[in-house]
């Protein structure tokens, strides 16, 4: 059994999407990160950096339970454990390049379009970080796209690179962007949207849960 603590956000949402893929059980323990529950002792005990998500798998590698913490890291916890979604360690070069994505949104889209959400959703307006975020997120949009004009997913099939990235392209809206300026990722973004378990992952609210 997985023990999740999550929020409903892009970072959040990469493992409502893993774990329903998986279509293995989980409980999801909600840390309201709009009120603070990410600073409480008993969270800090489990990520001692104060974010979501984070995890404990009660059935962990030694058969004692695993705390661990970062989206990527549990994405490839995850797949290794149950052999889905990345490619195996003799696969060397394949395993790499899926790493790679993964780590293009670890690095890039996730801390570039997150900026451009807080500097353009501000009630203070601050001209400079709206414009520098909001450029660069539209330049790794860009990039999404190119690759994407060869490629059906991010690399070969399916994998925890493309549950990555996606729930952070549902949000072009907040970045000013539009799926129509970048056809290669609309039709990436078409075919995962339509994936039973991406659809009920971006439908989790766990305000109205609680
Ligand atoms: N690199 C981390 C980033 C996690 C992260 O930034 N989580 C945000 C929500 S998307 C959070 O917990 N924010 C609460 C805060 O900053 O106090 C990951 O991918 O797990």
């Known amino acids: 059994m997985i023990d999740l603590y999550n929020w409903h956000t892009s970072n959040g949402r990469k493992l409502f999407i893993m774990l329903e893929e998986l279509d293995v059980p989980y409980r999801t323990h909600a840390i309201n990160i709009m009120k603070d529950d990410q600073f409480t002792p008993e969270f800090v005990a489990i990520n001692p950096n104060s974010k979501i998500p984070a ?30 979604f990345l490619p195996p360690v003799e696969d060397v070069r394949n395993r790499y390049i899926t790493i790679q994505w993964l780590m293009f949104q670890m690095g890039g889209i996730g801390p570039m379009f997150g900026q451009a959400h807080h500097f353009r959703r501000a009630s203070t307006k601050v001209e400079y970080g709206i414009e ?79």
């Open 55 to 84: 995890m404990i798998d009660q059935d962990g590698p030694d058969g004692k339970p695993f705390t661990l913490f970062e989206s990527g890291a549990m994405l490839m916890y995850l797949a290794d454990k149950h052999g889905k």
């Open 132 to 210: 520098r975020y909001t450029k660069e997120t539209r330049r790794l949009w860009g990039v999404l796209d190119a690759h994407l004009a060869d490629n059906a997913y991010m690399h070969i099939d399916y994998s925890i690179a493309d549950m990555a990235i996606f729930p952070w392209t549902a949000r072009y809206e907040w970045q000013g962007v539009s799926l129509d300026d970048f056809p290669n990722v609309k039709r990436w973004y078409r075919a995962l949207e339509s994936r039973p378990a991406v659809a009920k992952a971006m439908g989790v609210n766990l305000a109205e849960a609680a």
